[in-house]
């Protein structure tokens, strides 16, 4: 996570996650803005979603869970250390919690709740907010260190250079389509389900996107990637790396194919095209 820019201004899914029966499932770390909705349900190791958030499905946490007010989880919460629960949050199913628990006002919890630790009822400050309030006053005074430390703390994180996967504010996250205002990236040998739309996109190797990708800006597909639909760009380029595969059309301003890529649709561009090693395609 870089600490000069807001985390949450880019999608960013890291290497190795996958779609899982209707689960988002990573191994290391969720950041979920605030306002945002995601059609899935979360399994990861920390869990920290902002206000007004929307999960239709359920929470596992590994390690902590923190929900901020106002927060609705269609299932079940099952948290592996301590929960922090906002004020006027809802839970659709139990909540269970191997920790402690702190839980604000008037949250509703449709089938209950077990804690086997301490039980405190309280509106601490939304967790997200308080997290990068005091991240940009270290970053002012300096205290770059100091920063980090946090972070790592706050995220429990056994190995910092792991990053973790962040959905955006106001972003919208299901089967039929991810929907984000911001910059997308995505690791390598993650499985997924979705069409994308972003400012630009970025994929890493060996992916198997199960949808389009649509951006304003570039385009960037890595080596051995497949993608299950068309990709498209109004202003930008793509570039598609040796061993990669577009299943639908291609449409940009310029295109750079490496030898080795394929596209089994037309490819259209408004400006260049360079290709080397290209099997007999329909061009346009």
Not at 11 to 23: F, Q
Not at 51 to 73: F, K, N, P, Q, T
Not at 123 to 142: A, D, H, R, S
Request: glycine share 12%; charged share 30%.
């Amino acid at each position: 996570m870089s600490l000069h820019t807001d985390p949450l201004d880019e999608l960013s899914i890291p290497s190795g996650t996958t779609v899982e029966e209707h689960d988002l499932v990573t191994d290391g770390d969720v950041l979920i803005g605030g306002r945002s909705t995601v059609e899935f349900g979360v399994r990861g190791r920390n869990v920290l979603g902002g206000e007004g958030i929307r999960i239709d499905g359920g929470v596992e946490a590994e390690a902590d869970c923190r929900l901020d007010m106002w927060s609705d989880v269609a299932g079940n919460v099952l948290v592996g250390r301590d929960a922090f629960i906002g004020e006027r949050t809802h839970i659709g199913g139990r909540l269970l919690v191997s920790g402690d628990l702190d839980i604000g006002d008037e949250v509703d919890i449709a089938e209950g709740f077990e804690a086997n630790g301490w039980i405190v009822i309280r509106n601490p400050m939304p967790t997200i907010v308080f997290l990068f309030v005091y991240l940009k006053q270290l970053m002012l005074m300096g205290e770059e260190e100091a920063a980090k430390q946090l972070v790592n703390e706050m995220t429990d994180e056994e190995d910092p250079d792991e990053d973790p996967l962040v959905v955006p504010r106001n972003a919208t996250v299901s089967d039929d389509a991810w929907r984000v205002s911001t910059p997308a990236s995505i690791g390598d040998e993650c499985r997924l389900h979705g069409n994308f739309r972003a400012e630009s996109i970025e994929v890493g190797e060996d992916c198997n996107i199960f949808g389009s990708l649509r951006a304003k800006e570039d385009i960037l597909i890595g080596e051995g990637t497949r993608v299950h639909g068309d990709v498209t760009t109004r202003s930008g380029e793509v570039r598609i790396a040796p061993g990669a595969l577009v299943l639908g059309d291609v449409s940009c301003s310029d295109l750079q194919l490496s030898k080795g890529a394929e596209v089994d649709g037309t490819m259209r561009a408004r400006g260049d095209i360079t290709m080397a090693g290209i099997a007999n395609r329909d061009i346009e």
